[in-house]
């Protein structure tokens, strides 16, 4: 779950809800393996800096720019754009290692964090738990809809990313202009 989390929950949750898993346990594993990767970017940030930015963040997506952008939002809100972060796909790589490039107080950074990665893992175990319930419940009368279900969930995640990204770039957008 560090490495896809939003993928491997749902399918997660989806199991939990067919009686593989413990859908608490799924959703613990989510939230803490979501925090894993925040605070290891967040760590690569603190300890490399602008060094990193240079050498590696070119790959991820992470420009001084963009660093220089973020350091705005961090000074003034923080906490908030942690938060708001967890629901984009496009931004937490460099948002995170930029809270560690500039220093973000670190306690703020995983309070934030956890908070946001409750709501995040939390819907996405919502949904991948009613998607297995649909699966179970349905399948017994169609044979063919384990598939439909299937495709409705991979969908809604497509969706759900997509939407992220628009919310990514709405974001920096407003950075920008301000």
Not at 1 to 29: D, K, W
Not at 56 to 63: A, F, L, N, P, R
Not at 77 to 84: D, L
């Amino acid at each position: 779950m560090i490495i896809e989390g939003p993928v491997v929950t749902v399918i997660a949750a989806m199991l939990a809800s067919l009686g593989a898993f413990n859908v608490f346990l799924v959703l613990l594993f989510s939230i803490l393996g979501d925090i894993i990767g925040d605070i290891a970017l967040y760590g690569l940030g603190y300890r490399f800096g602008m060094g990193f930015v240079r050498h590696v963040g070119k790959y991820m997506g992470i420009t001084e720019k963009l660093v220089l952008r973020m350091q705005k939002y961090f000074k003034k809100h923080g906490g908030k754009t942690i938060f708001a972060v967890k629901s984009t796909t496009g931004l937490c790589w460099a948002t995170f290692t930029a809270a560690g490039i500039v220093k973000m107080d670190f306690k703020k950074f995983l309070k934030n964090s956890f908070y946001g990665g409750i709501v995040w893992s939390g819907f996405l175990v919502a949904m991948g738990y009613f998607y297995g319930y649909l699966w179970r419940e349905i399948k017994q009368y169609i044979q063919w809809i384990g598939w439909a279900i299937f495709a409705v969930a991979a969908a809604s995640i497509v969706v759900v990313t997509l939407y992220k990204n628009l919310q990514a770039k709405k974001l920096l957008r407003e950075g920008h202009e301000k």
